[in-house]
């Protein structure tokens, strides 16, 4: 991977096209990253994972958002999020599947806290992707942190 050639991504439109995808919206917002729903050239429904612009000269950011795509490589599996391989990329981001369900935050509006001794109860409504239910926004660090109940 290649840090020192790869800048953080312009911000991201609804309907442009970028790199290959097909920008829906952006999905989730935070000080540490940027989350984008995209689509592939076969529509596929993807998440596309990068950093705000105002973290383009911190090295460590840009080490850790490439570590965590090298982690979910090497889990692949059932629990966690199929990485696209993008190999045509020009800036520093990566793209994992999206999958459907509700978020950690849509379940606790609509059945309040879930608590951590009963979590095996939201576990086996799960598809088996525990992992992607932890923080609860959209299945990264590890996902879409979507549920599949």
Known sequence: MQLQQWPVPPL???GQQFEGWQ???LHAQSRQSLLY???DAQQQPWLLKTLPLSRDDEHD????LLSEEWFLR???GRGFPEVHV????QHLY???REYPGKTLAELF???????WRNGSRLQSGCCGRWACCIDGRSCTAISSRKTCC
Request: hydrophobic letters at 45%; glycine letters at 10%.
């Open 23 to 25: 920008v829906e919206t």
């Open 94 to 96: 990566y793209v994992m």
């Open 109 to 115: 509006q609509q059945q309040g806290a879930l608590p």
């Open 61 to 64: 950011a840009g080490q850790a």
């Open 12 to 14: 991201l439109k609804a």
């Open 37 to 39: 729903r995209v689509r």
């Open 86 to 89: 993008a190999s045509g990329r």
């Open 74 to 76: 090497r889990v692949a």
